[in-house]
T-cell receptor, first 111, second 114 residues
Framework: GENVEQHPSTLSVQEGDSAVIKCTYS??????FPWYKQELGKRPQLIID?????GEKKDQRIAVTLNKTAKHFSLHITETQPEDSAVYFC??????????FGPGTRLSVLP | ETGVTQSPTHLIKTRGQQVTLRCSSQ?????VSWYQQALGQGPQFIFQ???????GRGNFPPRFSGLQFPNYSSELNVNALELDDSALYLC?????????????FGPGTRLTVL
C-alpha cells in the first residue's frame, strides 16, 4: 500500500522568510496530493492540492510542486506570517483508494 | 452551504465500554470517511462510507464499525474500548466515493479512554 513520508518534522523560520515542506510517496499510481493545515485544537483545513497531470500550482503565497518521476511533492510558503504557524500534513491518494497522510510538520514562524 | 459537523466534541470513557460518534456531512456530499488522529501524528484512515455502504477500510480491528444514513450522515462505533483508542476522531466528507475529490474535515471528537 501507499506510504507517505514528510520532512522536516519541525521547521522554524523568521517572519517574511520562505518555508518548504517535502513529502515522498511510494505508490506511483497515486494521482491526487492535497495539503492540510491544522492549527492547535482545530480541524485540518485544505489549503492547496495538486493532481498528477500538473507540475505546479500556486495560490497567493502558497505553492505546491510535484515530481512524479521522483515521487515527491513539496509545499512552498513565501513571505511567512505568524498566522502560518501550524501543523501541515500532506496526503496522497490513488483513484479508488483511501487518503494516506504524512506524519506532519510543525511550522513555527518567529516574529 | 453547511460544513461538516461532529458530535460530541469531547468524550471520556473507561476501558471495555462502547462509544458512538456522529458526523453530518457537508451539504451535497454523499461520502464520509473516518480517521483516527493520535497526538502528534497524521490522521489514519479507519473506513469510508459511500451511499450507505462501506467503501474501503484501513487497518483497524472489527470492533471499529460504522454506519451511514440516507441523509449521508454517519456514525462510528467502537466496542470494547482500549487505552490506545484515546485520540481525536475526525470525519471528512466528499463527493463521489473513492474519486479524487476534495474532502473537508469536521472539527473532530476528542475521545479519552481511562
Amino acid at each position: 500500500g501507499e506510504n507517505v513520508e514528510q520532512h522536516p518534522s519541525t521547521l522554524s523560520v523568521q517572519e517574511g522568510d520562505s518555508a518548504v515542506i517535502k513529502c515522498t510517496y511510494s505508490d506511483s499510481a497515486s494521482n491526487y496530493f492535497p495539503w492540510y493545515k491544522q492549527e492547535l485544537g482545530k480541524r485540518p483545513q485544505l489549503i492547496i492540492d495538486i493532481r498528477s497531470n500538473v507540475g505546479e500550482k500556486k495560490d497567493q503565497r502558497i505553492a505546491v510542486t510535484l515530481n512524479k518521476t521522483a515521487k515527491h511533492f513539496s509545499l512552498h510558503i513565501t513571505e511567512t506570517q505568524p498566522e502560518d504557524s501550524a501543523v501541515y500534513f500532506c496526503a496522497a491518494k490513488n483513484y479508488g483508494q483511501n487518503f494516506v497522510f504524512g506524519p506532519g510538520t510543525r511550522l513555527s514562524v518567529l516574529p | 452551504e453547511t460544513g461538516v459537523t461532529q458530535s460530541p466534541t469531547h468524550l471520556i470513557k473507561t476501558r471495555g465500554q462502547q462509544v458512538t460518534l456522529r458526523c453530518s456531512s457537508q451539504s451535497g456530499h454523499n461520502t464520509v470517511s473516518w480517521y483516527q488522529q493520535a497526538l502528534g501524528q497524521g490522521p489514519q484512515f479507519i473506513f469510508q462510507y459511500y451511499r450507505e455502504e462501506e467503501n474501503g477500510r484501513g487497518n483497524f480491528p472489527p470492533r471499529f464499525s460504522g454506519l451511514q444514513f440516507p441523509n449521508y450522515s454517519s456514525e462510528l462505533n467502537v466496542n470494547a474500548l482500549e487505552l490506545d483508542d484515546s485520540a481525536l476522531y475526525l470525519c471528512a466528507s466528499s463527493l463521489g466515493g473513492s474519486t479524487d475529490n476534495e474532502q473537508f474535515f469536521g472539527p473532530g471528537t476528542r475521545l479519552t479512554v481511562l
